[in-house]
């Protein structure tokens, strides 16, 4: 599969965040390699972002371990134009990530895994390459868990990298366009409006053009879980002493 150059696209832009709060100099030496041919390949593949795309969740407490659980519902799977083979998995988060995971759910039967990051690294983030055939109507929870026993104020979910962020990316063929917009197919996530408490996801394509949101889509769509110190992780509570 390949990806196509769409809509009279003629260049390729690279993006590169830098966390260099110091601002001191340093040579980067990393690089990409790109491949293009005028054959086209018998699928054209996409991208979409799963989990909270939008940067859109509740803040995380200072001092706690909390886990946040987003999907991408199956109200909005349904109205896919066909079943899709995911390639490639990025689970994202920033530096008070623990712990990242995802799973495939048929209405209430689990299907199986799709991702997972037992011990969490942010400097250590990369794509999992795999074969996982996602149908129609299936849903894809995402799971972040967070320690923020390192803080003393709130984290936001936002773009910085003293942020947070809980993101996976799924690279995928053949690729999903908007049946409205005809753009590709490029969320499908937690999203929070601030204007309501209920549970909400969006879907649609990644230009926004034709974004659906979904009112609770399900019981489990979005949870939120905070520990109790000393009980989790195989840490032991502290034990009172006898008098």
């Not at 832009?13 to 990393?30: A, G, Q, T």
């Not at 250590?124 to 390192?150: A, E, L, N």
Request: proline fraction near 5%.
């Amino acid at each position: 599969m390949g990806s196509k150059l769409q809509y009279g696209a003629r260049h390729i832009i690279l993006e590169i965040h830098y966390n260099n709060l110091k601002l001191e100099e340093f040579v980067d030496n990393s690089g990409i390699s790109l491949w293009y041919t005028e054959k086209l390949r018998k699928y054209d593949a996409g991208m979409m972002v799963l989990g909270d795309p939008l940067v859109s969740l509740p803040d995380i407490p200072p001092k706690s371990t909390v886990e946040y659980q987003t999907e991408c519902p199956q109200q909005c799977t349904s109205s896919w134009t066909h079943d899709i083979t995911i390639f490639g998995d990025f689970l994202h988060a920033h530096a008070i990530g623990v712990k990242l995971w995802s799973n495939i759910w048929e209405g209430t039967k689990f299907i199986g895994s799709l991702n997972h990051v037992d011990f969490f690294n942010w400097s250590y983030q990369t794509f999992v390459p795999m074969k996982r055939v996602i149908k129609k109507g299936q849903s894809i929870q995402t799971y972040c868990r967070y320690d923020s026993s390192s803080r003393t104020k709130p984290t936001k979910f936002l773009t910085a990298s003293t942020d947070e962020m809980c993101m996976e990316f799924i690279t995928y063929y053949p690729i999903l366009l908007d049946s409205e917009s005809k753009y590709q197919y490029g969320y499908c996530g937690y999203l929070d409006l601030l204007t309501t408490k209920n549970t909400q996801s969006i879907c649609g394509d990644g230009g926004g053009s034709s974004l659906k949101l979904i009112q609770n889509p399900s019981p489990t769509s979005f949870k939120f879980k905070k520990y109790e110190p000393g009980l989790n992780f195989g840490v032991p509570s502290k034990k009172k002493k006898s008098s």
